[in-house]
């Protein structure tokens, strides 16, 4: 109950008791009190607040002292309602919420009312924690809170102090808890800026590749099909932009033929050029075939990176044979040169190896390239004298000369 409605008579009544002064006008008289019922909620401990808040849902939990309840005061004759015990309000969606206690003008009856702002507007739950199991119990459902004192605020029944006590008093506490759907939410919400989404590029070109959304080409690898997008891929590879454009029998019929690649290399293939995004593990080296096959450049790079941090003789000559390729690329150039020094420093190995002969016969430019680098830079040994015993790796790369370039 507001203190507003109060006669003079109850206020001055109501401040004698808490030993404030009670002259002066009405208007004083209220505000007086409300003063003293703020400094009592506030500073007394039989309140005490939490707050969760949802989207939608914003939760009040109270926890109210026992012996304050039995404190307060029945109404007086003539009164309906007795003493109010005020809670310290909560701010929540810009307007302030709280709760009353009070008792009822028939002895041993308690309420319990929620209050906010007069231009708020929310449906609310009242649930009460059990002493039994510890459990959140709802003791009243769907009340309605349509701002201001005359409409809608409190609970629809008063609670039995008998019953309260023997139900929910915990250690001389009672827990109350209140859920509010505040309907105004939007309005106030609404002059925030929204939050900006994700980006979406990437899932749904991801979405058009697994269910081939209007695909117009086929791709068929070791009889695995995939329905993929001429645009998107001439897009992203001059040699499928060829394939498309020169209307080779493949891409008149409909379905292109994919040979030399592996089903799951060609997979990642697709996935990269539709994403630009590749999986945690991978075989570098085939993908790098495949991209350098298919002149992906970027593709190419990332895989010869990778490469490049891990180069052993299974995977040199390919790392350098696609770098050479691609050599307009500055860092191209890079790896190039680091696979060069990797064949230096195990010549012996890496002209043992039964693809060495294959890169030599495919790669004429390059090894004379690499004949070059690896020649000796000692004037007396290039003409034929006898290296010195501190020139044994000069020999090395004198024996890969004569094996690995022959015009």
Not at 200 to 211: I, Q, T, V, Y
Not at 283 to 297: G, R, S
Not at 350 to 359: G, L, V, Y
Not at 393 to 403: G, H, I, L, T, Y
Request: contains cysteine; aromatic residues 8%; charged residues 30%.
């Amino acid at each position: 109950m507001d203190v507003e409605t109060k006669s003079v008579n109850a206020l001055r009544r109501e401040l004698s008791e808490r030993g404030l002064q009670t002259k002066g006008r009405k208007e004083e008289l209220v505000e007086r009190l409300r003063d003293a019922m703020a400094k009592s909620s506030a500073s007394d401990g039989s309140f005490e607040l939490t707050t969760t808040r949802s989207s939608t849902l914003h939760e009040i939990r109270w926890e109210i002292d026992w012996k304050i309840i039995e404190q307060i005061k029945q109404p007086q004759d003539g009164e309906e309602n007795g003493e109010m015990l005020e809670s310290a309000p909560c701010k929540i969606m810009y307007h302030d919420w709280g709760c009353y206690v009070e008792k009822y003008k028939e002895d041993g009856f308690l309420s319990f009312y929620v209050y906010g702002h007069d231009s708020a507007k929310a449906s609310y739950s009242l649930y009460l924690k059990s002493n039994k199991t510890s459990e959140w119990r709802l003791d009243q459902d769907a009340g309605y809170y349509d701002g201001g004192w005359s409409r809608g605020w409190g609970w629809r029944c008063w609670k039995k102090l008998s019953t309260l006590k023997a139900n929910h008093v915990i250690k001389d506490k009672i827990y109350v808890k209140v859920k509010l759907h505040i309907y105004n939410e939007i309005e106030h919400t609404s002059k925030k800026l929204p939050v900006t989404p994700p980006p979406e590029l990437k899932s749904r070109n991801e979405r058009m590749l697994a269910e081939g959304i209007h695909s117009d080409v086929t791709l068929r690898c070791d009889g695995k099909e995939f329905d993929v997008h001429k645009s998107v891929l001439a897009a992203s590879s001059e040699v499928f932009a060829a394939m498309f454009n020169h209307h080779m029998k493949e891409s008149l019929d409909g379905t292109v033929e994919i040979k030399g690649i592996d089903t799951d290399v060609l997979e990642i293939l697709l996935r990269y050029i539709y994403t630009e995004d590749l999986p945690k593990k991978y075989d570098e080296k085939k993908l790098l075939l495949a991209a350098d096959q298919y002149q992906i450049n970027r593709l190419a790079i990332i895989c010869m990176q990778a490469l490049g941090k891990k180069l052993s003789a299974d995977t040199v000559l390919d790392v350098m044979s696609a770098s050479h390729r691609l050599s307009h690329i500055p860092d191209a150039m890079g790896l190039k040169l680091q696979c060069m020094q990797y064949v230096a420093r195990h010549a012996e190995e890496i002209t043992e190896r039964e693809d060495f002969t294959e890169f030599t016969r495919n790669n004429v430019h390059l090894n004379k390239e690499l004949i070059l680098y690896m020649a000796p830079r000692n004037p007396r040994n290039a003409r034929g004298s006898p290296p010195s015993s501190s020139s044994s790796s000069c020999s090395k790369k004198r024996r890969f000369c004569e094996m690995g370039y022959n015009e």
